[in-house]
């Protein structure tokens, strides 16, 4: 059986199959949680789950990782527990004093420990999803940040409006429609920090040409490609950071 814990809430494999409420109730009491719950998939540019509550009826939970709170609603937006590595990685990476637009931020996955771990001077955070948005605002008063600003709305919209040393771009679908408005948004030598899902003998080229085609004239140096997990069977969700220069 996989699970997964989040804050008090027990995230159960959609496979799992149980024979009657003792059993689940056995399950709470050895996680230690209030709910159960069984998340099918994820679905739209919202980023939203398709769920199911076996145990319990609380969705809102608290979870700490690599010294962050993150307040969220499980029935209301999602959670990657997957990516904790990357979010910690990324925010010991930005240096004083910059100004980071964090795209697609969701409840401040990469925010928030950028705000916490390091010294940026700004962090941008846009978000499409208005329940993301709202646990977005949440986390950056939960871990009392004052150099975090929230936007709602779409990162087509909203990125142009800023300038930025550092972007992450940590959405997966549909990403490299926005590059042209990230690498736009870049200030000279800013370094881009693009995920995408990509099947495994195209990792370490295709997202690289997707970069380098919507830099144009900009000298593209890629500093890394990093592996994230496996997002399904022969493809891979990675990250490339890239300065543009």
């Known amino acids: 059986m996989k699970w997964k814990r989040i804050g008090d809430i027990l995230i159960l494999d959609s496979k799992f199959q149980y024979d009657s409420y003792q059993d689940l109730e056995n399950l709470s009491k050895k996680h230690n949680v209030k709910t159960i719950m069984k ?9 939203e789950p398709v769920y199911n509550i076996i145990y319990g009826s609380e969705t809102e939970t608290i979870n700490k990782e690599n010294g962050c709170l993150f307040k969220l609603d499980l029935a209301k937006v999602m ?7 990357e979010r910690l990685r990324i925010a010991k990476l930005v240096e004083d004093d910059e100004v980071v637009l964090d795209m697609f931020a969701g409840i401040g996955y990469f925010s928030i420990p950028i ?3 390091s010294n940026a001077k700004q962090i941008y955070s846009i978000e499409i999803n208005p329940n993301s948005y709202f646990y977005l605002n949440e ?9 975090v600003t929230p936007i709602l709305g779409d990162c087509k919209i909203h990125a142009p409006k800023y300038k930025a040393d550092r972007i992450v771009m940590g959405y997966v679908k549909t990403t490299h429609h926005y590059l042209d408005v ?3 948004s870049l ?3 800013g370094i881009l920090h693009y ?5 495994e003998k195209l990792m370490k080229t295709r997202p690289v040409d997707r970069i380098i085609s919507q830099a144009g004239d900009r000298d593209v140096e890629i500093l890394k490609i990093n592996k994230i997990k496996k997002y399904a069977p022969g493809v891979e969700h990675v990250v490339v950071d890239a300065r543009i220069n």
């Open 195 to 199: 995920h995408e899902t990509v099947p």
């Open 187 to 189: 200030n000279e030598g």
């Open 115 to 117: 705000g916490v771990h």
């Open 182 to 184: 990230a690498i736009n």
């Open 79 to 85: 959670w990657s527990k997957g990516n904790n590595n």
């Open 139 to 147: 986390n950056i008063k939960l871990n009392k940040l004052d150099n």
């Open 39 to 47: 998340i099918d998939h994820i679905q739209g540019t919202k980023r």
